[in-house]
């Protein structure tokens, strides 16, 4: 059973950094990729930053340069470096995991290709 637990979130004023954490829980030993996605308020969860079990790794653009998306299979967990922070940046984070290999980077960043979700950790940007 996937279970996935992210930690790290905060409040940072815009310029300031934060590393988010999600220890999971998968069957390494299978192909399986990984993704942040966040929700602001009153808007659609977006895809942030994916990672496969290959480290092939896509980005949103409005984060490209300033986050990086990193596993640690050792520790069995998923970080997510956030610089630069922006107010637009603010909301609740989530990890996400499922199990095969996108046939494109691109789709990491898909919400309907993941079926586990984490319980979110709440990212607030000041200006």
């Known amino acids: 059973q996937v279970q996935l637990v992210e930690s790290g979130g905060g409040s940072v004023q815009a310029g300031g950094s934060l590393r988010l954490s999600c220890v999971f829980s998968?069957?390494?030993?299978?192909?399986?990729?990984m993704g942040w996605f966040r929700q602001a308020p009153g808007k659609e969860r977006e895809g942030v930053a994916g990672i496969d079990k290959d480290a092939r790794t896509d980005y949103a653009d409005s984060v490209k340069g300033r986050f990086t998306i990193a596993k640690d299979n050792a520790k069995n967990t998923l970080y997510l470096q956030m610089d630069s922070l922006k107010p637009e940046d603010t909301g609740m984070y989530y990890c996400a995991a499922d199990y095969g290999r996108p046939y494109n980077v691109y789709h990491l960043l898909r919400i309907s290709m993941y079926d586990y979700w984490g319980q979110g950790t709440q990212v607030t940007v000041s200006s």
């Open positions: 998968i069957d390494t030993s299978r192909n399986y990729y």
